[in-house]
């Protein structure tokens, strides 16, 4: 249980295009996802929390108007990167929660994106 | 000081050798600790979560928490080379809904 997928696993994509990677999960309903950036060699950063039905929120020094989030349902969400550049590149990963008590996140596989 | 420290490795060990692996960490709100498995260009994989101070076991891995010295660890025995991946500990204040405060990762290399 618990799986959540993502895709494209990977794409490249020219730079001043829109990229679009959606965020699915496979045997559960996910009240809350959350999409991470990852640069080679570092951890995980929070980009945003996305809840259903409701607008992201977004962390400190993300741009919401770049990176556009819809969860428009429990089992999927979507992170759009739009006018990529090529330092948008990098690795995205969603998770998503259970939604129950004392319960983490569980991770998407990552979508590695290269903008040329 | 960073929220949470972990040395990035990498770590080198010979199979069968047990690992261990630790974290430091400053705020003291931190109720949830979790450790993930993550190999090269994938996702985290959820390894071990625990909750407050103690010890926890599954097969091969132990997770350890003191939250009186800010210390979490997560050993590993027989390792396999299997192993060889990158270990992230992670910690939150609350449930699965808040945000989670990762360390950079250690890097695991076991060699046959």
């Known amino acids: 249980g618990a799986v959540v997928s993502q895709h494209p696993s990977r794409v490249i994509c020219k730079s001043g295009t829109s990229v679009k990677i959606e965020c699915r999960s496979l045997?559960?309903?996910?009240?809350?996802m959350f999409w991470y950036r990852q640069f080679p060699k570092q951890s995980l950063m929070l980009m945003a929390t996305?809840?259903?039905?409701?607008?992201?929120?977004?962390e400190q020094g993300v741009e919401k108007d770049k990176f556009l989030i819809n969860h428009a349902s429990l089992t999927l969400s979507t992170l759009t990167v739009t006018s990529a550049h090529p330092e948008d590149s990098s690795f995205y990963i969603c998770?998503?929660?259970?939604?129950?008590?004392?319960?983490?996140?569980?991770f998407g596989p990552g979508t590695r994106l290269l903008v040329l | 000081q960073k929220e949470v420290e972990q040395d990035p490795g990498p770590l080198s060990v010979p199979e069968g050798a047990i690992v261990s692996l630790n974290c430091t960490y400053s705020?003291?709100?931190?109720?949830?600790f979790m450790w993930y498995r993550q190999y090269s260009r994938k996702g985290p994989e959820l390894l071990m979560y625990?909750?407050?101070?103690g010890n926890k076991e599954d097969g091969r891995f132990t997770a350890q928490v003191d939250k009186s010295s800010k210390y979490i660890s997560l050993f590993i025995r027989d390792s396999q080379p299997s192993d060889s991946a990158t270990y992230l500990c992670?910690?939150?204040?609350?449930?699965?809904?808040?945000?989670?405060?990762f360390g950079k990762g250690t890097m695991l290399l076991v060699s046959p």
């Open positions: 998770s998503a929660s259970l939604g129950l008590a004392q319960e983490t996140q569980y």
């Open positions: 045997d559960f309903q996910a009240t809350t």
């Open positions: 996305s809840n259903e039905g409701s607008k992201a929120t977004y």
């Open positions: 705020n003291s709100a931190f109720q949830y």
């Open positions: 625990t909750y407050s101070s």
């Open positions: 992670a910690m939150s204040s609350n449930s699965g809904y808040s945000t989670l405060t």
